[in-house]
């Protein structure tokens, strides 16, 4: 069984940045795709950004663009968000999974805390 492990949130001020890993622990990991997620208080959990395991391509939601960046280790079986300018829209917790999600790999996921 694979367990997905999100970590690197925090409370920061608007415009600052922070950077997410999530990484995979037990049996071997090759997914086709994985996802960056977020789930604001009240709100449904919506993808944020994904990637093609084999051939780094990428997407973003339109919220992010240019802000965010998600990028992959396979060597360490870790997926990065890096975040810029956030601002406190993106208040939420983050979490990682494939994509589309299977229901069995959410994790605890982040806490994401950006102040006006």
């Known amino acids: 069984q694979v367990q997905l492990v999100e970590s690197g949130g925090g409370s920061v001020p608007a415009g600052g940045p922070l950077r997410l890993p999530c990484t995979a622990s037990?049996?071997?990991?090759?997914?086709?795709?994985m996802g960056w997620y977020r789930q604001a208080p009240g709100k449904e959990r919506e993808l944020v950004a994904g990637?093609?395991?084999?051939?780094?391509?990428?997407h973003y939601r339109d919220s992010v663009k240019g802000r965010f960046t998600i990028s992959r280790d396979h060597a360490k079986n870790t997926v990065y968000l890096q975040m810029n300018s956030l601002n406190p829209q993106d208040t939420a917790i983050y979490y990682c999974?494939?994509?589309?999600?299977?229901?069995?790999?959410w994790g605890q996921g982040t806490q994401v805390t950006v102040s006006s």
């Open positions: 037990g049996r071997t990991f090759s997914p086709a795709t």
């Open positions: 990637i093609d395991w084999n051939s780094g391509s990428t």
């Open positions: 999974n494939l994509n589309p999600p299977r229901p069995g790999f």
